[in-house]
């Protein structure tokens, strides 16, 4: 059965990625407020995957994870990229890590 998981954490969610977790959404959320109590828009990251996220997740806020520096890298850039191009109104197709990124712009 998928799991699916949603985070704001470019890093947590770099973590994910970078092990296994397929990115299905990336969606801007205009309801977050900043630390100035200022309206501020924020990407939230939409990820699918088997059992293991809950895991992954618990890992990641203990911090006990483990990853391949080269990969969680790689990851950082696709989903930072991704989080850009939604913030500037752009739209980028959703990808699975082995893939790579291209934006789309409309």
């Known amino acids: 059965m998928a799991v699916r998981v949603a985070t704001t954490d470019l890093f947590e969610s770099s973590f994910l990625h970078c092990r296994g977790a397929v990115l299905v959404e990336a ?3 205009r309801a977050h407020r900043s630390r100035t109590g200022e309206t501020a828009a924020t990407v939230v990251f939409v990820f ?12 990641y806020h203990t911090g006990t994870a483990t990853v391949n520096l080269a990969d969680f890298r790689t ?4 989903l930072r990229r ?17 893939q790579s990124v291209t934006a789309v712009v409309s």
Do not use: F, I
């Open 75 to 78: 990851s950082l850039t696709q």
């Open 82 to 98: 991704t989080m850009y191009a939604k913030l500037s109104n752009q739209r980028t197709p959703c990808y699975d890590h082995s």
């Open 48 to 59: 699918e995957g088997n059992g293991t996220l809950a895991e992954l997740q618990r890992a």
């Open 27 to 29: 969606r801007v959320d």
